[in-house]
């Protein structure tokens, strides 16, 4: 490979590079972060913002399955209290 082949090689990757940073600072604006989990996502990918935070559609929908089982976790945590209580009152003096 002589000196003016490598030499045009090298041109090319730098401009190939700056290609790429303009393009990349260009699609910022399109870029956000979820507030749960830091995946930066784009446009394309479904986000929803919540007050001032971006939270991505995955995080919805392990925030929606956690909110549709409350009530679950609610009799599971009252029943142990429950539970708990008659433990202690059968355990006293």
């Not at 790429?20 to 996502?41: G, N, P, Q, W």
């Not at 929803?48 to 995080?59: A, L, N, R, S």
Request: hydrophobic residues 30%; contains cysteine; aromatic residues 6%.
């Amino acid at each position: 490979m002589s000196k003016d082949e490598k030499r045009k090689m090298i041109i090319e990757s730098i401009v190939e590079g700056r290609k790429m940073e303009a393009y990349a600072e260009h699609r910022t604006k399109d870029m956000h972060v979820c507030s749960f989990c830091d995946k930066i996502l784009y446009r394309r990918t479904p986000m929803k913002k919540i007050g001032e935070k971006w939270v991505c559609i995955d995080c919805l929908r392990q925030l929606k399955e956690m909110l549709d089982t409350l009530e679950q976790w609610e009799q599971e945590i009252s029943l142990q209290k429950e539970m708990k209580k008659q433990l202690d009152d059968g355990m006293g003096p």
